[in-house]
């Protein structure tokens, strides 16, 4: 089942870039692989329909988490028992912006 968290923007900030702020925190924290786009060309899932700016893997290779191209302060979650993790790194993110946890 789908749960959605989500985490208010943080008031007297100004727009940081999660996709950055995500890369270089899951890169040297954590076991997994993180994934992001270059300008010249999208991520792509297969079975999933939309293209990625920033995808979080398994050294295994199993899905964690992505970011779609086109909402950039939108994180699906595809391992549920990965939301606790990312609520804790999004303690440390400041922005103006509202961001969204979605399990798939």
Not at 54 to 64: D, G, P
Request: aromatic fraction near 8%; charge should be neutral; include cysteine.
């Amino acid at each position: 089942m789908a749960k959605t968290v989500v985490l208010p923007a943080k008031k007297e900030t100004e727009d940081r870039n999660l996709v950055e702020f995500l890369f270089v925190t899951i890169f040297g924290n954590t076991s997994w692989r993180v994934l992001k786009d270059s300008l010249k060309s999208s991520l792509r899932i297969p079975g999933v329909h939309c293209p990625f700016s920033l995808v979080v893997i398994t050294t295994s290779e199993k899905l964690v988490a992505a970011i779609p191209e086109d909402d950039l302060y939108k994180i699906m979650l595809f391992d549920p028992r990965a939301l606790p993790i990312f609520v804790r790194i999004l303690e440390h993110f400041e922005s103006d912006k509202t961001i969204v946890i979605e399990t798939q």
